[in-house]
T-cell receptor
């Protein structure tokens, strides 16, 4: 079945460091891909998305490129801030399945000043 | 625009008791989802509604879980009787349609079963 695998956390970085969180997927159709973020004490928020191969999603300095050949959607940011500390979830949605999201297990990011 | 509302935010019950969660989606959103998020895991879909009809309930433990969406707006998720392994955060999300891929999530209800 369809699934998402993320790199395990927690990830601890110093402020202004480069961030990569790996995400790979398995899907039978043509999924849309997402990154959601969950800040401490808050609900899930959509961070960025890509709906077809080679699309790049970007928001708040974060980027991810939909790579069909490697079935990957890695999240990157050039310079992290303390305020980026959160749990990040990679997810996919296959339209033929009615739009439900299938999530990875989440990666906790902690940024130290 | 008001977001997805859920209540209660926290609930503690003993095993074998019953509990109900309420969700009010964003106005005009036809599709409503309930997800279960166990600590340390990603959310898992329990049930999806399109208006007041069920689209997908394949992962809903129907012997103890039930959900309804009367009039295609608010929704209620019930657990009866609860088990220890039901301890989780229950998330409600909505989207304009099933093919409009962006889902908006509520703050969740944290359930602890003792």
């Amino acid at each position: 079945g369809d699934s998402v695998t993320q790199m395990e956390g927690p990830v601890t970085l110093s402020e202004e460091a480069f961030l990569t969180i790996n995400c790979t997927y398995t899907a039978t159709g043509y999924p849309s891909l997402f990154w959601y973020v969950q800040y401490p004490g808050e609900g899930l928020q959509l961070l960025l998305k890509a709906t077809k191969a080679d699309d790049k999603g970007s928001n708040k300095g974060f980027e991810a490129t939909y790579r069909k050949e490697t079935t990957s959607f890695h999240l990157e940011k050039g310079s992290v801030q303390v305020s980026d500390s959160a749990v990040y979830f990679c997810a996919l949605s296959v339209g033929a399945q009615g739009g439900k999201l299938i999530f990875g297990q989440g990666t906790e990011l902690s940024v130290k000043p | 625009e008001a977001g997805v509302a859920q209540s209660p935010r926290y609930k503690i019950i003993e095993k074998r008791q019953s509990v109900a969660f309420w969700c009010n989606p964003i106005s005009g959103h036809a599709t409503l989802y309930w997800y279960q998020q166990i600590l340390g895991q990603g959310p898992k879909l329990l049930i999806q509604f399109q208006n007041n009809g069920v689209v997908d309930d394949s992962q809903l433990p129907k012997d103890r879980f039930s959900a309804e969406r009367l009039k295609g707006v608010d929704s209620t998720l019930k657990i009866q009787p609860a088990k220890l392994e039901d301890s989780a955060v229950y998330l409600c999300a909505s989207s304009q349609t099933a093919t409009r891929v962006e889902q908006f999530f509520g703050p969740g209800t944290r359930l602890t079963v003792l």
